[in-house]
């Protein structure tokens, strides 16, 4: 490797005349200050340079983050699907319009029946594409689905909130679904309305994983057979903000 040594050695010095008259010059070597400067730079630093400087750029960090974002568009959320519809059938329908790779109805944790919607990751975004394009707005099993790219995380602020909800919920073998709820309905007015006609236990509305957009049902648990009867009989089919709701046994 070739370095440079100009700087390292002084041509000024007291000359010295011999009886021959010749002049004889006297080097003179200067010690160095700073460290030989290297032709190669981006392999070697010096004393002064930074070790913040020295540091490789994360590829690896880019890298995940990239993959994190793919994922993100091809995963489609599918809703308002027939409750008999399950992974296998779902994935059948979509792969006619494209690559499925992963396909997962969701489930209620309490009853075990259907959220009636899934997400569905898609091998490219082009096929994602297509199956909106092709399936949104379509019916299965006579249900009109919507087919969309899924829906953005909720913020770290609003996290607590939701969790708190879903842990507070008190589970009962009396226990009645709501559906067709509005947008608007929290668990707190569900919970406030049927409990006009008996002693509610507990309530809860039901969201998209991730994020705080309401499935569109929920469950209202109570402490006796009675209230359950009471409450399918009472308030079946009635007005709940602006829409009429469905209520029967879970």
Do not use: C, W
């Not at 779902?90 to 690559?99: D, K, M, P, R």
């Not at 009109?144 to 073998?173: A, C, G, M, W, Y």
Request: glycine share 4%; net charge neutral.
């Amino acid at each position: 490797m070739t370095t440079l040594y100009f700087s390292l050695i002084s041509l000024t010095s007291t000359p010295t005349t011999t009886s021959s008259n010749h002049t004889i010059l006297n080097f003179k070597p200067i010690i160095p200050t700073t460290h030989v400067l290297n032709l190669v730079p981006s392999l070697v630093f010096s004393a002064t340079t930074p070790k913040r400087h020295r540091s490789l750029t994360p590829f690896a960090v880019a890298e995940e983050t990239a993959t994190v974002s793919d994922v993100s568009s091809r995963k489609l959320y599918v809703g308002n699907i027939p409750r008999t519809v399950n992974d296998d059938e779902l994935a059948n329908i979509v792969q006619e319009h494209g690559a499925v790779e992963k396909t997962e109805v969701m489930y209620d944790k309490y009853s075990g029946r259907s959220r009636r919607f899934a997400f569905v990751t898609m091998k490219t975004v082009e096929d994602a594409n297509a199956v909106i394009e092709k399936l949104n707005g379509t019916k299965i099993g006579g249900r009109e689905v919507k087919v969309n790219i899924t829906e953005k995380p909720l913020q770290t602020v609003d996290s607590p909130s939701l969790q708190s909800e879903e842990s507070e919920f008190i589970d009962s073998p009396y226990k009645v679904y709501v559906g067709n709820l509005a947008k608007t309905v929290t668990s707190d007015i569900l919970k406030n309305f049927f409990s006009e006609k008996g002693k509610v236990l507990s309530s809860k509305v039901s969201r998209v994983p991730g994020t705080s957009k309401s499935t569109g049902f929920g469950f209202v648990t109570f402490s006796s057979d009675e209230d359950v009867e009471t409450a399918i009989s009472s308030f079946n089919n009635s007005l709940l903000e602006g829409q009429n709701i469905r209520v029967n046994k879970a």
